[in-house]
């Protein structure tokens, strides 16, 4: 699929004639594509783990601030074991995703099969110490819990 986008990127730089024929073309490759976008695989895909998000680019390599910020709070919790889907590989998943938590933004967050919320509510747990407690519900200990000690110090 990210071949079909740098074709069409390519060719809206150079203003080509052939936009509209690559367009067409990755339009035909979605709609023969599986069956990601229905809600019983996505319904698979969030349950599949403790720990679910769905964000653009992936958490070596987000490609948008806020799919950033998500991974950048997971890492700071020390939360490394976690199942994170592109959602720009895949347009299907990616409306798919949004249908199935009726929230209409990327990334989306999921513990345990819930849905969380996005990057400003999982921002908002982070701040408030929610956060802690809700990975602590699902057995994970945040990293920050063994830094707090050590900063107090400072």
């Not at 969380?116 to 945040?142: A, P, Y």
Request: with cysteine; proline share 4%; hydrophobic share 40%.
């Amino acid at each position: 699929m990210s071949w079909c986008l740098s074709k069409v990127s390519a060719a809206v730089l150079r203003g080509s004639a052939r936009t509209q024929q690559v367009c067409v073309s990755l339009s035909a490759r979605r709609w023969l594509s599986s069956d990601s976008g229905k809600p019983e695989h996505v319904d698979g895909l969030v349950k599949k783990d403790k720990v679910v998000v769905f964000i653009k680019g992936t958490p070596a390599q987000p490609m948008c601030g806020f799919s950033n910020a998500v991974v950048q709070i997971l890492r700071m919790h020390g939360v490394q074991d976690y199942a994170a889907y592109n959602v720009l590989e895949d347009q299907d998943l990616r409306q798919g995703i949004k249908n199935y938590s009726n929230w209409p933004t990327i990334p989306q967050v999921y513990f345990n099969g819930e849905f969380v919320g996005g990057c400003d509510i999982l921002l908002q747990m982070h701040q408030n110490g929610d956060l802690v407690e809700e990975l602590n519900k699902l057995g994970i200990r945040s990293a920050l819990l063994d830094a707090e000690p050590s900063q107090e110090k400072k």
